[in-house]
């Protein structure tokens, strides 16, 4: 079954250092990659996709992520962290019928 | 351009009873997909429907079923609710017939508690 993997579940950074939130997928002819992210009580805001035309994909608020296929990873970056980024991470596949497939999420925290 | 929207925002059930939700569609959107996110763990796909008709289903009991609408509005229903139903039930829209990898957006769910 096609899956992916959030290799932590907490991640905690200081305001204005780099962010770093690690995600490998299960192996495929082209996976599509998603990362949203969840503030508190809220649903899911797309941060980014990976739809194989660039494997560096920009997303909002100053994210990106790298599609490396040889290391089947697709690592969420950031390099310096707000306050405001403290929330719910997730890394998303699209499988062949549309269906979206979760990670196990990581919460990231801000300090000051 | 009115995003993804769902009503009620929040809601409160027993044991046994039934509970309809609802979802709108991004505008331009036709094609909904429903998601059950228990407390602390990632969203899990229930099923998706596009013209009307449930094309993908996710591993949840025949309890949960739904409907679409000419309109492309959708319901989740859940027959004789138990306690493990209580969760955040989202929906997200997308359009088929735009590239594979098409993206779906999400509504802020429905809070569910089953008492």
């Known amino acids: 079954a096609q899956s992916v993997t959030q290799l932590d579940s907490h991640v905690s950074v200081s305001e204005g250092t780099p962010v770093l939130l690690r995600c490998n997928y299960s192996s495929s002819y082209s996976p599509s990659l998603f990362w949203y992210v969840q503030h508190p009580n809220k649903g899911l805001q797309l941060l980014l996709k990976?739809?194989?035309?660039?494997?560096l994909v920009k997303g909002i608020n100053g994210f990106e992520a790298e599609f490396k296929k040889s290391e089947t990873s697709f690592h969420l970056t950031k390099p310096s962290a707000h306050m405001s980024d403290a929330a719910e991470y997730f890394c998303?596949?699209?499988?062949?019928?549309?269906?979206?497939?979760f990670g196990s999420g990581t919460q990231l925290t801000v300090l000051p | 351009d009115a995003g993804v929207t769902q009503s009620p925002t929040h809601l409160i059930k027993t044991r046994g009873q039934q509970v309809t939700l609802r979802c709108s569609p991004k505008s331009g959107h036709d094609t909904v997909s429903w998601y059950q996110q228990a407390l602390g763990q990632g969203p899990q796909f229930i099923f998706q429907?596009?013209?009307?008709?449930?094309?993908q289903r996710g591993n949840f009991p025949d309890r949960f079923s739904g409907h679409q609408f000419p309109n492309y509005s959708s319901e989740l229903n859940v027959n004789a609710l138990l306690l493990g139903d209580s969760a955040l039930y989202l929906c997200?829209?997308?359009?088929?017939?735009?590239?594979?990898?098409?993206?779906?957006?999400f509504g802020p769910g429905t809070r569910l508690t089953v008492l």
């Open positions: 429907y596009y013209e009307e008709e449930e094309r």
């Open positions: 998303v596949r699209s499988g062949s019928a549309r269906q979206l497939t």
């Open positions: 997200a829209s997308s359009l088929v017939g735009a590239k594979r990898a098409d993206t779906q957006y």
């Open positions: 990976y739809t194989s035309a660039a494997t």
